[in-house]
């Protein structure tokens, strides 16, 4: 039996033409009900109003909250650096976003533990897994944090 053998056992039924005289049962108001904004044309509620009950939204409890201090981060997994990049490179920010593994450019870059290392790379990035620090360093790499090495690179004033 293949996709176009198949038949369907319950015939379609065709769309109920309203409107059309009062002999045919739906005539005069159309199944609109008399008058109000739901009779006229170009009307439609709004989405999830519910008929003036309290909606679904407003009934269910709130919970957490929106973390003012939140931080979000350009992550990026060790598997991907390890198949992308060579011995003894020095792999950063603007390597990766030329090489269009990471998305946003103005968000820190995490280096997270997920894959192995088997080449010694000279990863810089503002923050690293645990995981991910030690499999760099067990293969004879460099974690270099980003931000410490930008406050030493800047013009003492």
Do not use: W
Not at 15 to 43: E, F
Not at 96 to 115: E, W
Not at 149 to 157: G, L, V
């Amino acid at each position: 039996m293949k996709l176009h053998e198949l038949h369907n056992t319950v015939p379609r039924q065709s769309r109920k033409r309203v409107g059309r005289g009062d002999g045919s049962g739906n005539g005069r108001t159309a199944g609109r009900g008399d008058k109000g904004a739901g009779a006229r044309s170009g009307y439609s509620r709004r989405p999830h109003f519910e008929g003036g009950q309290i909606p679904l939204i407003r009934r269910l409890p709130k919970r957490g909250f929106n973390n003012p201090n939140h931080l979000e981060y350009n992550v990026i997994n060790l598997d991907v650096i390890e198949e992308n990049f060579e011995k003894d490179q020095l792999i950063d920010k603007q390597v990766l976003m030329a090489s269009g593994l990471l998305g946003k450019s103005d968000l820190p870059l995490k280096i997270l533990g997920d894959g192995d290392v088997s080449k010694a790379l000279t990863i810089k990035a503002d923050k690293f897994s645990a995981s991910a620090r030690e499999k760099i360093e067990r293969a004879g790499g460099k974690c270099v944090d980003a931000k410490a090495t930008a406050e030493t690179d800047a013009p003492a004033s």
